[in-house]
């Protein structure tokens, strides 16, 4: 008889170990779950499954907890778990001039205020500092992958990979002499070591960023193109902001500035164009061939009046469009994403007289899995599925500015905050917990950034 009930009782082990769950590293849950998936599936009562630096499953907080168990465990009863938010485009170190030149056009800002401010502050250390301040400000609102274009990016590279946030980051090109390299061979020189330092890096995508057309010597912009195709690494510019730009190259080219970067070569390859301001039907149907990537900026847009994009044609064509913040040195002032989505939605709606115009989904779509269709890492990033890396963020339901919800994309858009974000994971990793950053120490930043105030003041004889 004891034989027979050891026998059973082995036939049994199998299916006792395939019951048994299987350990990962992290299980967060939420009321709401919005995945951004192919089904734009939003499940209540979720959770989400990690092990290492990707997600394992994603499915009911039931089903979740019977099939897994975790060394951590987040439960956000009262809260929106959500993909992290995607910043197309940005130039974190900018902090440090944070309301330095308000109110005026792109041009008078750029050649009378930043670009003198730039060659009297920015250095190396300059770099280090604002990109804290800007990687604080980004992930306590929900950023957790940043697009990047500013100078001394190897130092930009080193303080996000400690903050640990993931970024494609751009080392700047220009053609007059810049606070890094004096000369554009010597920039795209120090790109190309830049391609090699961060070749396969978890978290950063090193890229070169000429400046725009308008800036950028034609030679110099197909040398940008060609070391990034060298490499396989992408190429970021901006793009048909002003009516200026689009103006002076229609007149001095005979053709738009996308029609002439195109005739150029130099959307032929992974590129990121910012703005997308002033596109012609034409203009459109060329990124669309190129499959270029575009950013839509709306608060910069707005606050340096330079116009207002398409985005709703833009996206009908499939062109992928995300939404970013730009600097924050007067172009907008913040780096909070929840309100670009806001601020897009209802700017496209303003400006076509269709309230049905962008609607709120579609402007989660871009700050999420749009966004990393721009940056060409939708296989990574920008939705909560399986394998993809583990970039997701809970936003609570808490306030009193929160409450009903009868719609989570409507309450992501037209309600919510960046305030309202508890809590972020990238890659796995977390980097914000209880709306309080583990990966930086805000309060050397802050004084920091006070320091820089009174140093940039003095330099520019400002009182």
């Not at 749009?370 to 808490?398: C, F, P």
Request: aromatic fraction near 6%.
């Amino acid at each position: 008889m004891r034989r027979i009930c050891s026998f059973v009782w082995l036939l049994n082990v199998p299916a006792a170990l395939a019951q048994a769950p299987t350990p990962v590293d992290a299980i967060w849950s939420a009321r709401w779950v919005v995945t951004m998936d192919a089904q734009r599936r939003v499940i209540k009562n979720a959770a989400v499954a990690v092990a290492g630096d990707h997600i394992v499953d994603v499915g009911s907080r039931a089903d979740i907890d019977r099939r897994y168990s975790a060394r951590q465990r987040l439960d956000r009863p009262d809260a929106i778990l959500a993909p992290g938010l995607i910043n197309t485009h940005t130039h974190a170190a900018m902090s440090l001039f944070r309301g330095i030149a308000d109110d005026m056009n792109l041009q008078e800002w750029l050649t009378k205020y930043i670009f003198p401010a730039e060659a009297k502050n920015v250095d190396r250390e300059f770099v280090r500092w604002g990109t804290r301040l800007a990687l604080l400000e980004m992930a306590l609102s929900g950023t957790t992958t940043y697009a990047d274009m500013y100078y001394f990016e190897d130092t930009v590279a080193e303080v996000t990979k400690q903050a640990g946030l993931r970024g494609v980051l751009g080392e700047t090109v220009i053609g007059f002499p810049a606070p890094d390299y004096k000369t554009p061979q010597a920039s795209l020189a120090a790109t190309e070591q830049f391609f090699k330092q961060y070749a396969n890096d978890p978290l950063i995508v090193p890229a070169v960023a000429p400046h725009a057309i308008y800036t950028v010597p034609n030679d110099v912009l197909q040398a940008a193109r060609a070391l990034a195709n060298r490499y396989h690494k992408p190429l970021e510019i901006h793009l048909a902001e002003t009516k200026t730009e689009n103006d002076e190259s229609l007149a001095k080219r005979k053709l738009t500035p996308t029609a002439a970067l195109d005739l150029l070569g130099v959307l032929n390859g992974w590129t990121l164009a910012a703005h997308g301001v002033w596109l012609s039907d034409a203009d459109m149907a060329i990124l669309k061939r190129r499959d270029t990537g575009l950013a839509h900026n709306p608060s910069s847009n707005m606050k340096l009046a330079s116009g207002v994009a398409r985005v709703g044609k833009i996206l009908s064509l499939g062109i992928p469009m995300g939404l970013g913040t730009d600097g924050v040195a007067g172009s907008n002032n913040d780096h909070n994403m929840m309100e670009e989505m806001d601020l897009a939605a209802k700017l496209q709606k303003v400006t076509t007289g269709d309230p049905r115009a962008l609607p709120a989904e579609e402007a989660v779509e871009m700050a999420t899995i749009t966004g990393a269709r721009a940056l060409h890492m939708e296989k990574l990033i920008g939705s909560l599925e399986k394998n993809k890396r583990a970039d997701m963020i809970t936003i609570s339901l808490t306030g009193a500015h929160a409450v009903p919800l009868y719609n989570v994309y409507s309450q992501l858009v037209y309600a919510l905050k960046g305030s309202d974000v508890t809590d972020v994971m990238v890659n796995g990793r977390p980097i914000v917990r209880d709306r309080r950053m583990l990966t930086l120490d805000a309060s050397p930043i802050l004084l920091k950034a006070a320091e820089y105030q009174e140093r940039v003041k003095k330099s520019l004889g400002m009182h």
